[in-house]
């Protein structure tokens, strides 16, 4: 695209395209971004941002990477693509091979889903199928917790906070399930209380808890312990309920350990990935769970899993996975984790001066700092760009997630725009 036709094309996206939760009638402008490149964003005017969203959790090596960049072009060269009905192929093997080795012992098949709501809609269908098959077919609820967040479609959305979300929208097609109160981050005991009488209340009709584990991410960015999650395991061994932990965001280093339920030193029947899976560069996410629940599902001879996406396990997808694993397990991840948890922690601990400020966390390479009120996009969007970084709030929170490659003059600069922005609010 030349700068001649800049007014054009997005006068168009404006007038014909639609954007994540957004309107078409006068949205806010959109930047437009022609390239990127290591954690850099690159604007069609040639200005360079320095990227804090990871492109919502997934770029984790930055962008533009030779490695995976090479992962594609091999993979493209020998096929794109071929239907998983009936078909296998080396790109898919060798990824699940990864996966397996790299998750909790017992979880053992892996269904290649296309995006992370469709993994959540998968792993929905495997618990309640897992419950018809093997004779309890009145378990076909799910329990979850306030704040969460886990995708988009129908199943998904039935599961994610309903102040949040859309649930009021769709009141009468969304599934009603049931929601404990959100944990929290101090060990409160009147957390797990509420959950423990509604899985004691509710579990003969209870086919899974649904949870993401420590983070919760787009439902409201908190934090809470892992002890509540170790209660929750060991609650839904006692009910006979299945745990479904929603990795999609957590996944694959960016709370400080490759998946947040090793700090909880608990094991899911199924878990969901996505997300960082292909290091942000194909739309990939797969559903893993253990013997007990693939046999279960399949127990009754009729008993196939009923999806099949036309996408399934594309190896374009597949390969990059592969390579991004392996490029993030050759990496020193775990040090560059750490060490952008503590620069977060001490750069971002003065925006709790400010009175808009209700608290500042950090966790793994994530940082938000939550306000009292929610933000002004349209002053803060352009006004965070005019300070060289693309962040992007919601609602009461101004949040990091940076690629982990991310260098700490380079992560100062990020910090330092949510503490100029802060004060700028302040004295508004
Ligand atoms: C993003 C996300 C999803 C949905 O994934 P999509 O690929 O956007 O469909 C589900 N659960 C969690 C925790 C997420 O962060």
Redesign the pocket.
Known sequence: MSNTDHADWLSFDAEHIWHPYNTVIDPLPNLPVVAAEGVYLQLEDGRRLIDGMSS??SAIHGYNVPQLNQAIIEQSQKMAHVMFGGITHPSAVELARRLIDLTAEPLHHVFFAD??????EVAIKMAIQYWITTGKGRKRRLLTVRN??????FG?MAVTDPDNSMHSLFKEIVAEHLFAPAPNCQNDQADITAFERLISNHHDELAAVIL?PIV????GMRFYCPDYLRQVRSLCDRHDVLLIL?????GFGRTGTLFAYEQADIVPDIL?I??ALTGGYM?L?ATLTTNRVAYGVSADGQGVLMHGPTFMANPLACSVATASIDLLLDSPWQSRVAAIEKQLQSELAPCEQSELVKKVRCLGAIGVVELTQPVDMAWLQPRLVEEGVWIRPFGRLIYLMPPYIIEPEQLSQLTSAVVTVICEMDAQ
């Open positions: 919502w959790w995006s992370g709501s469709v993994s959540v969460g967040y886990h995708g988009d479609t998904a993401e919760q991410g787009a439902g929603d990795e999609i965001a957590t969901c996505g997300k739309t996410a």
